[in-house]
């Protein structure tokens, strides 16, 4: 069974500055997927950035980046240039390829404020 | 708008009384699955459906029915619910070989069984 841990329960960052967000996970697989999703106070889950496996490059979203290192099993989140709008729950996600159930399995979630 | 609806939105609820939650999504997605929420276990899978009329379990199914009647619609069935199914229950959908078979998110039902 796959495991996602993100060992940052809390953050904050002010206004403008970068932050970076940690998560691990622990797979014997080699074909997956890793999703980083932000949760609102409204509660919606929304999709921050998404990186394939065997893609070496880290995938980028305007402010938002990761650090994928493969054989570490990690996968942080960095925020740049941070903003009122990113205070949110922001979860860690792991799927395997080829998985029949598509499930995805989560991390226990960071919360993140920024402050003005 | 492409999205994922699901409702109600907020429900309080008895021990026993069947419920269902809807969710409907307008972007032909062949898949659908259901999650819940709960403070520090991040989202589990309750069940998912690769496609009308096919449906098979997720990681925490006990207490719960689906059914995949329409490829836009995938209702949760509580038969009887109980406390412990009082939860924040995520709805969410994807089209299968596109874009890492990325999942997309109705706004999520919360429920309060007493």
């Known amino acids: 069974a796959q495991t996602v841990t993100q060992s940052q329960p809390e953050m904050s960052v002010q206004e403008a500055e970068t932050v970076t967000l940690s998560c691990t996970y622990d797979t014997s697989e080699n074909n997956y997927y890793l999703f980083w999703y932000k949760q609102p106070p409204s509660r919606q889950m929304i999709l921050v950035i998404r990186?394939?496996?065997?893609?070496?490059q880290n995938a980028t979203e305007n402010r938002f980046s990761v650090n994928f290192q493969k054989a570490a099993k990690s996968f942080s989140l960095k925020i740049s240039d941070s903003q009122l709008g990113d205070t949110a729950m922001y979860f860690c996600?792991?799927?395997?390829?080829?998985?029949?159930?598509?499930?995805?399995?989560f991390g226990g979630g960071t919360r993140l404020m920024v402050k003005p | 708008e492409a999205q994922v609806t699901q409702n109600p939105r907020y429900l309080i609820t008895v021990t026993g009384k069947k419920l269902t939650v809807t969710c409907s999504q307008n972007?032909?997605?062949?898949?659908m699955s259901w999650y819940r929420q709960d403070p520090g276990l991040g989202l589990r899978q309750i069940y998912y459906s690769m496609n009308v009329e096919v449906t098979d379990k997720g990681d925490v199914p006990e207490g719960y029915k689906v059914s995949r009647k329409e490829k836009r619609n995938f209702p949760l069935i509580l038969e009887s619910p109980s406390p412990n199914q009082t939860s924040l229950y995520f709805c969410a959908s994807c089209q299968l070989g596109v874009d890492a078979d990325t999942q997309y998110f109705g706004p999520g039902t919360r429920l309060t069984v007493l």
């Open positions: 996600a792991f799927m395997k390829s080829y998985n029949a159930g598509n499930m995805l399995t």
């Open positions: 972007m032909n997605h062949e898949y």
């Open positions: 990186q394939e496996a065997y893609k070496q």
